[in-house]
């Protein structure tokens, strides 16, 4: 399973645009990456998932390089609320979803009124 | 449609005692997956089921077991409890190629005293 790197902290302020790199330098042909928000005392939600150049949705941005050893997630113009653990995975989800995925440590990004 | 949920969202238990949670996945759902999250390890993978069949398996000792029912219902079950068992417990569900991830549940936070 590829091993993912990300920062473990970042501070914004409101209504900045951040950006949080994840790195998987031996991520494998078929692998999808993804990216989940995490509350406190709640369970990871789903952010957006891409495999290769740009994804966006409503949410957010994924960027990804064409060697695909990384990828950042843009989250536009964040408030308050967005303060949140932020975790990237990387998996294969053609085998019946992602099997045996290790979350890693997280982001925890503070947005600073 | 529903979400994934689970139950009990509370439970305090002693040392010695045993408990089961349930995960009830998002329907038609087949995949169930459960995880360990603790403030020192972060989230950890326990185990995997798709059909009734369980298909990958984390490090956690044998007193960390599950099964999955016809209807994909989950449960996990902790003999033995150590006050280390302490943490929320994460169900999330997914759907085969399906590329949107998967959908977890809010926990059941277990407190071993």
């Known amino acids: 399973l590829a091993k993912t790197t990300q920062p473990i902290s970042m501070d914004s302020y409101e209504g900045q645009e951040v950006n949080i790199t994840c790195s998987h330098n031996?991520?494998?042909?078929?692998?999808?990456i993804t990216w989940y928000q995490q509350f406190p005392s709640q369970g990871p939600r789903f952010i957006i998932q891409g495999y290769k150049t740009k994804v966006t949705n409503e949410v957010a941005s994924l960027f990804i390089p064409a060697d695909r050893k990384s990828s950042t997630l843009s989250l536009p113009r964040v408030s308050l609320s967005d303060t949140a653990v932020y975790y990237c995975l990387v998996g294969d989800m053609n085998s019946g979803g992602y099997q045996k995925v290790t979350f890693g440590t997280g982001t925890k990004l503070q947005v600073i009124p | 449609k529903a979400g994934v949920t689970q139950t009990p969202r509370y439970l305090i238990k002693t040392r010695g005692q045993q408990v089961t949670l349930s995960c009830s996945p998002i329907s038609g759902h087949r995949s169930v997956s459960w995880y360990q999250q603790t403030p020192g390890q972060g989230l950890q993978f326990l185990f995997e089921?798709?059909?009734?069949?369980?298909?990958n398996k984390g490090n956690f000792p044998g007193r960390f077991s599950g099964r999955q029912f016809s209807n994909s219902r989950s449960e996990m079950n902790v003999s033995t409890l150590e006050l280390g068992d302490s943490a929320l417990y994460l169900c999330a569900s997914s759907s085969r190629g399906q590329d949107v991830g998967y959908t977890f549940g809010s926990g059941t936070r277990l407190t071993v005293v």
């Open positions: 089921y798709f059909s009734e069949t369980q298909r």
């Open positions: 031996n991520i494998a042909t078929n692998d999808y």
